[in-house]
């Protein structure tokens, strides 16, 4: 298995989609690449994203990038949706040079790359967030989301 982080708006609808995707095997609502974390909950800088377990030989990091753009809006810096602020802003994140070099190659083969906010980053820090943070859209439907329900059931 292998592991990389997706930064795409608010946390609870990415993993949603995420978990839903073929060779995906697990993954976790955090947050990645902040400058610091107090025991109350604040988080200076992080992006909220979800930490995504994949099996190499089910799906590639090309692959999964043409997924994450499916729900993201790559022109938008620092929002998605109705969800506004650093925190919600679009990233991939990897502690595999391998996985940021797939990702890098995936936005400059797109020909409006010059155009694209998404931050592709080796991952300098990840922190789980809190429980009820966890697969939150599955106990709680009626939450915002700003992912369209029917992308949310694309690939069940």
């Not at 795409?8 to 949603?16: E, F, I, P, T």
């Not at 949706?81 to 502690?95: A, I, L």
Request: charged share 25%.
């Amino acid at each position: 298995m292998e592991v990389i982080y997706f930064a795409g708006g608010c946390l609870w609808g990415v993993q949603a989609y995420i978990k839903t995707l073929p060779g995906v095997m697990l993954t976790e609502a955090g947050r990645a690449n902040g400058t610091g974390h107090t025991l109350e909950g604040k988080y200076d800088g992080y992006a909220e994203c979800v930490k995504t377990e994949f099996d190499p030989d089910l799906v590639n990091v090309t692959r999964l990038m043409e997924y994450f753009f499916e729900i993201i809006d790559p022109y938008s810096l620092n929002q998605q949706g109705q969800d506004v602020g650093e925190k919600y802003r679009t990233g991939v994140y990897s502690e595999n040079p391998k996985h940021l070099e797939a990702a890098r190659a995936f936005i400059r083969n797109r020909s409006d790359w010059d155009q694209i906010v998404v931050e592709v980053l080796p991952l300098s820090n990840y922190v789980r967030s809190a429980e009820e943070h966890q697969d939150r859209l599955a106990r709680c439907p009626d939450d915002y989301c700003h992912i369209p329900e029917e992308l949310l059931r694309k690939y069940k």
